[in-house]
């Protein structure tokens, strides 16, 4: 079956550090990938995606790339700042199984201090 | 365009009774999917509905439950609450279905006591 594993939290950086997230996944199929973001008390907004092979998705300085012969679609921002605190969750989608179903990995928190 | 609304944002139930959440996705789009997240298990799909029809169901018992309308708004029902359905149930909408990118709602917060 699908599966995302994400580094464990928390991350903790002060602001301005550059910043990775590390997301690998296993799938059946021929995945979309997802980056999703949580702040305290909301639902999840979409950060960015991408839905082939190098493909590189990019949104608010945060970048990740599709890396088909790793399996790797790692979060990236050059200079992290306080607001973007919060938990952050890679995803998938199986588009050719499994209509717009999402699998998730555990999520990382992230901590920025000023 | 307003954005994925979810109706209530909390609920406190007592085990043994049942509820019902309801979603009202982005204008236009056809797919509601729904998500439960709690701290041990994570995020879990639960279901997928385009065009009234369930398209896919996750690994959950027959005690949850949803159905779509012809306006694409979608309900989920939780018969015989456990306490271990206390989660915050997200609801996601996308304009169709196969890896669409979705867009979520703020999500209901049920506690079960």
């Known amino acids: 079956g699908n599966s995302v594993t994400q580094m464990e939290g928390p991350v903790t950086l002060s602001e301005e550090a550059f910043l990775t997230i590390n997301c690998t996944y296993t799938a059946t199929g021929y995945p979309s990938l997802f980056w999703y973001v949580q702040y305290p008390g909301e639902g999840l907004q979409l950060l960015l995606k991408a839905t082939k092979a190098d493909d590189k998705g990019s949104n608010k300085g945060f970048e990740a790339t599709y890396r088909k012969e790793t399996t790797s679609f790692h979060l990236e921002k050059g200079s992290v700042q306080v607001s973007d605190s919060a938990v952050y969750f890679c995803?998938?989608?199986?588009?050719?199984?499994?209509?717009?179903?999402?699998?998730f990995g555990g999520g990382t928190r992230l901590m920025v201090k000023p | 365009k307003a954005g994925v609304t979810q109706t209530p944002r909390y609920l406190i139930k007592t085990r043994g009774q049942q509820v019902t959440l309801s979603c009202s996705p982005i204008?236009?789009?056809?797919?509601v999917s729904w998500y439960q997240q709690t701290p041990g298990q994570g995020l879990q799909f639960l279901f997928e509905y385009f065009s009234e029809t369930q398209r896919n169901k996750g690994n959950f018992p027959g005690r949850f439950s949803g159905r779509q309308f012809s306006n694409s708004r979608s309900e989920m029902n939780v018969s015989t609450l456990e306490l271990g359905d206390s989660a915050l149930y997200l609801c996601?909408?996308?304009?169709?279905?196969?890896?669409?990118?979705?867009?979520f709602g703020p999500g209901t917060r049920l506690t079960v006591t």
């Open positions: 204008s236009g789009h056809r797919s």
């Open positions: 995803a998938l989608s199986d588009r050719n199984n499994a209509g717009n179903m999402l699998t």
């Open positions: 996601a909408s996308s304009l169709a279905t196969g890896g669409y990118e979705q867009y």
